[in-house]
């Protein structure tokens, strides 16, 4: 064979080599991350219902100590909790030994001290269930069923990020008001029949405040981070200015997602994907109020955007606010175990899911049936934005493989 002919057969042989390497080998290898994120689906949904049972099988830890070793850089609770429901339990079900103001913040709230030391962040009832909040989408006040239905949201999104939550039933008079620190106790007051308090917040009034059925408050409890995870506070990129009249940069510059990404920690690792998961979460659930978002402290961007806070949602199923998205239709990129997971909830499976999750809780029916019919209409639009991602940029560019392992030590 002639030089030149063996030259042209190795040329081709090279060429058949980085064919197989870049459209086979690749494409396996995608394969097998889908083939992942379908199991880890089926083991979502074989989870979905939490029975909160108080048992502990072999363990001698307390529901405190366990949920606490959960907590990672990235995420709060794993994939596999058998003991999800007697943690749970135990928030909706331990005596309360303090009972205080909340932490600072606009909107009312109480911070309970459950027997054991744990702390949980109790939030009343201020809202029926079919109460439709008008006006600004973060409008209105915190509502409690939506701390709870947005928990389960972000176990069947598989993202992991938000403290657990579950409803729970306080007696004012036997449990609270005998704990209670003097500057609790000096908000109380009876109103009619019912015993209400309005406590210490940004917006906290006495002539607004949250009353009990008698003296039965219905409320959510939300577990708190352990200590040795303190929190760092960073503003919203996308954050609102609430002013009227004055808009912030990303409503009116295309670009400004170019300017995110020049800027840290969003000019490398997971940040702006996490930021970008969130605006899924948040247009699904309906809250337009995150101007701030929590990470661990000196976590130099690699932690992840913890989804505290969620109880401004929930508030108008009618109301579908788009510019909850722009992150995701400005920045054009999406994780694809996020792609994935959300294309498995089509076709009527996310409300079915999330009212599954529900189903158990203290307070349940945690949301009415038109907020779910809101959810599964919300997932068309963000699926609807990806593809135009995806029409005009390509999935290449697109979709983002950003798997991280999370250590539990």
Same mark, same amino acid.
């Given at each position: 064979m002639k030089l030149k002919q063996r030259v042209v057969l190795l040329a081709i042989l090279l060429v058949?080599?980085?064919?197989?390497?870049?459209?086979?080998?690749?494409?396996?290898?995608?394969?097998?991350?889908?083939?992942?994120?379908?199991?880890?689906?089926?083991?979502?949904?074989?989870?979905?219902?939490?029975?909160?049972?108080?048992?502990?099988?072999?363990t001698l830890q307390s529901p405190w100590e366990i949920a606490a070793q959960w907590v990672v850089p990235r995420e709060v609770y794993p994939e596999d909790t058998p003991e999800l429901g007697a943690v749970m339990h135990a928030m909706t079900t331990k005596k309360i030994v303090k009972a205080d103001v909340g932490y600072k913040g606009t909107q009312l709230k109480a911070l309970l001290i459950l027997e054991g030391g744990q702390k949980v962040v109790f939030k009343p009832k201020r809202y029926a269930r079919d109460y439709i909040v008008e006006g600004e989408p973060y409008a209105g006040y915190d509502r409690h069923n939506a701390e709870v239905a947005a928990f389960h949201l972000d176990r069947i999104l598989g993202f992991r990020r938000a403290p657990l939550v579950v409803g729970r039933f306080v007696n004012l008079r036997t449990e609270i008001k005998p704990v209670a620190t003097e500057q609790l106790l000096g908000t109380f007051m009876t109103v009619g029949n019912n015993t209400c308090f309005y406590g210490k917040c940004y917006y906290c009034r006495e002539t607004e405040p949250a009353c009990a059925d008698g003296?039965?408050?219905?409320?959510?409890?939300?577990?708190?981070?352990?200590?040795?995870?303190?929190?760092?506070? $960073?503003? $919203?990129?996308?954050?609102?200015?609430?002013?009227?009249?004055?808009?912030?940069?990303?409503?009116?510059?295309?670009?400004? !997602?170019?300017? +995110?990404?020049?800027?840290?920690?969003?000019? /490398?690792?997971?940040? @702006? @994907?996490?930021?970008?998961?969130?605006? &899924?979460?948040?247009?699904? &659930?309906?809250?337009?109020?995150?101007? $701030?978002?929590? /990470?661990?402290?000196?976590?130099?961007?690699?932690?992840?955007?913890?989804?505290?806070?969620?109880?401004? /949602?929930?508030?108008?199923?009618?109301?579908?606010?788009?510019?909850?998205?722009?992150?995701?239709?400005? !920045?054009?990129?999406?994780?694809?175990?996020?792609?994935?997971?959300?294309?498995? @909830?089509?076709?009527?499976?996310?409300?079915?899911a999330l009212k599954s999750a529900m189903s158990h809780d203290p307070i349940s029916?945690?949301?009415?049936?038109?907020? @779910?019919?809101?959810?599964?209409?919300r997932l068309l639009s963000i699926l609807a934005t990806v593809k135009q991602c995806t029409d005009?940029?390509?999935?290449? +560019? +697109?979709? +983002?493989?950003?798997?991280?392992?999370?250590? $539990?030590?």
């Open positions: 058949i080599f980085i064919f197989t390497k870049v459209f086979l080998i690749d494409n396996l290898d995608t394969s097998a991350a889908n083939r992942e994120d379908q199991r880890a689906f089926q083991r979502m949904l074989a989870g979905l219902r939490v029975a909160l049972d108080p048992r502990l099988e072999h003296d039965i408050m219905e409320g959510s409890v939300t577990l708190w981070l352990p200590d040795v995870w303190p929190l760092q506070k $960073h503003r $919203h990129p996308w954050g609102r200015t609430y002013r009227e009249g004055k808009l912030a940069r990303w409503e009116y510059d295309e670009s400004y !997602c170019d300017a +995110v990404k020049k800027t840290s920690p969003y000019d /490398s690792g997971p940040r @702006l @994907l996490d930021i970008i998961d969130t605006a &899924i979460f948040d247009y699904l &659930i309906g809250n337009a109020d995150r101007h $701030h978002y929590e /990470s661990f402290q000196d976590d130099e961007g690699a932690s992840m955007l913890i989804l505290l806070d969620n109880a401004k /949602s929930f508030g108008n199923p009618a109301l579908d606010e788009r510019s909850i998205l722009a992150p995701l239709y400005q !920045c054009c990129i999406i994780r694809v175990s996020t792609w994935n997971r959300l294309n498995y @909830l089509k076709n009527g499976v996310l409300k079915s029916p945690v949301l009415s049936d038109p907020h @779910l019919d809101a959810l599964d209409q005009q940029f390509g999935p290449d +560019v +697109v979709l +983002v493989e950003d798997r991280m392992t999370l250590s $539990h030590l």
